[in-house]
């Protein structure tokens, strides 16, 4: 059974910076697309970055682009987020996932289609 665990959510003000961390382990991450997604109360939750198994590509969603960055790190089992600038609408409980994959796949960040959560980190920005 695959495991995610995430870490480094917590309060922060408006333009600030953040690095979120998700561990894998149980799994080879090479064979694996790896997304954050997060979720705000009230509303559903949304692909915010994924990154292909391969880690050559990425998705970002409207809303992130130019702000945060995705990052895989083999060796370590771990995938970063990169939070540069944070916004009051960024405020959400953040979830890592992964979705096995084949190498030529195109990346999707669909969170229907990524079976395997962490349990979530909460990041609230204040404004």
């Known amino acids: 059974q695959v495991r995610l665990e995430e870490s480094g959510g917590g309060l922060v003000q408006s333009g600030d910076s953040m690095r979120l961390s998700c561990v894998v382990s149980?799994?080879?991450?090479?064979?694996?697309?790896i997304g954050w997604f997060r979720q705000a109360p009230g509303k559903e939750r949304e692909g915010v970055s994924c990154?292909?198994?391969?880690?050559?590509?990425?998705y970002y969603v409207d809303s992130v682009k130019g702000r945060f960055t995705i990052t895989k790190d083999n060796a370590r089992n771990t995938v970063y987020l990169q939070m540069d600038s944070l916004k009051p609408e960024d405020t959400a409980v953040y979830y890592c996932a992964a979705k096995r994959t084949i190498l030529t796949a195109p990346l999707t960040c669909d969170s229907s289609e990524y079976f395997d959560w962490g349990q979530g980190t909460q990041v609230t920005v204040s404004s």
């Open positions: 149980r799994f080879t991450m090479n064979y694996y697309a």
């Open positions: 990154i292909s198994r391969g880690g050559g590509t990425t």
